[in-house]
Each structure stands twice: as C-alpha cells, then as structure tokens.
C-alpha cells in the first residue's frame, strides 16, 4: 500500500497546473507524485531556506492569532490582512 497525502483543493490545483506545465514543455504526462517527489528532493537540498519559510510563516500566523486574541479582530479582517502581508523570500 502506497502512502497517501490529504491536500486541499487550492494545492491540488497548483499541483495540476504543474503538471500540466511539465506535460506541455516535455511533450509526456508525469504523476502527480512524480512531481512531488522531485519538489521533496529540491527542499531537501535547501533544508535551511524551507526551513526559514516555515518559521516565517508560523510566526506571522501566531502574531495574527494574539492580535484576534487581544484585539477582537473580526476572522475576516484578519483574513484580509494574512493575504495583504508581504510575502518574504
């Protein structure tokens, strides 16, 4: 039995844009987990710059929750401001 990932539809999407990609500069079809795993095998090439994106990331997320927390931010007005923050590379 193979291992089985849960995603949601907005990955899974991307995911087949990828694919599709892949499929019109190579002229072949790939599997799905074909392309994950060639993007596993680049992440864990750059350990310390996937890393980083996480810790970025979570970090932004727990400062968005104290603020809901201790501010009453409405779920929205947090959604809004989570997708308007720039994204660090």
Known sequence: MTPSV??????NDRLEELQAEIR???GRPVPK????EQIIRDASES???VTSCFVTIWSRNRRMSTRLRTKHVSPQENAIETH??????
């Open 6 to 11: 849960e995603i949601t539809e907005p990955t």
């Open 24 to 26: 019109r500069e190579t």
């Open 47 to 49: 350990k310390d710059e």
């Open 33 to 36: 987990s074909v392309v994950l």
């Open 84 to 89: 308007a923050s720039p994204r660090s590379n």
